[in-house]
């Protein structure tokens, strides 16, 4: 295991974009970690290509580690792996990076932002599964729409989302749901409050 966690640390630990791939792929379920890490690079800027390239070389990582028979050790590793991301990504300086991108989105997309980080942060404060996985439905771009005069699409607000840093793409589905769901960055959280903070300071 010492080995293949070793790889993955060197993998994560040497850019901002593979450490939230990962990251994306931790939170994913099976049936959608090609598509959410996919995705998710192709939002932070990457060209389909080279989002499918650094998918490959993501996935044998992952295999390799989390290849155990006993699903307890799976979680655990899964659990060990989060603190991994979550450090490297400090180290990595995510926090810096996450305001430069945000400061150079345009007015509109920025209050795009502020809008729906409000309408996450209520979410939160009435349903606690939502500080790990938030919005499951098409109900953040009704509200962001609602609030702006102006129609907004899920995507629209997703690509925002990750752009700057602020979460990763996690989709998943049931017999009968398809669920629309980002995971928050852990390091960028409180820029989600703070992007808030300015539409309830109003």
């Not at 790889?7 to 994306?24: G, H, P, R, T």
């Not at 996450?98 to 009435?126: C, F, N, P, T, Y």
């Not at 752009?163 to 996690?170: D, E, N, T, W």
Request: charged share 30%; aromatic share 10%.
């Amino acid at each position: 295991m010492t080995s293949s966690l070793d790889e993955l640390k060197q993998f994560v630990c040497s850019d901002i974009v593979k450490a939230l791939a990962a990251y994306a792929y931790v939170e994913s379920f099976s049936d959608y970690l090609y598509s959410n890490v996919v995705y998710t690079l192709r939002f932070l800027g990457l060209p389909s290509d080279e989002a499918e390239k650094l998918y490959s070389e993501l996935a044998k990582l992952m295999d390799n580690y989390l290849r155990v028979d006993s699903y307890k050790e799976v979680e655990a590793r899964r659990k060990r792996l989060r603190g991994v991301i979550r450090d490297c990504l400090d180290k990595l300086g995510i926090v810096k990076e996450a305001k430069s991108r945000i400061d150079s989105l345009s007015a509109e997309e920025r209050r795009a932002l502020q809008v729906a980080a409000l309408g996450i942060v209520k979410r939160v404060e009435k349903e606690l599964y939502a500080r790990r996985y938030f919005w499951s439905s098409n109900e953040l771009a009704e509200f962001v729409s609602v609030m702006l005069s102006k129609d907004i699409s899920y995507e629209d607000l997703e690509r925002l989302f990750i752009k700057s840093l602020l979460a990763v793409r996690i989709h998943s589905r049931s017999n009968r749901y398809h669920y629309y769901t980002m995971a928050p960055i852990p390091n960028t959280v409180n820029l989600i409050k703070e992007l808030a903070g300015v539409v309830e300071s109003e």
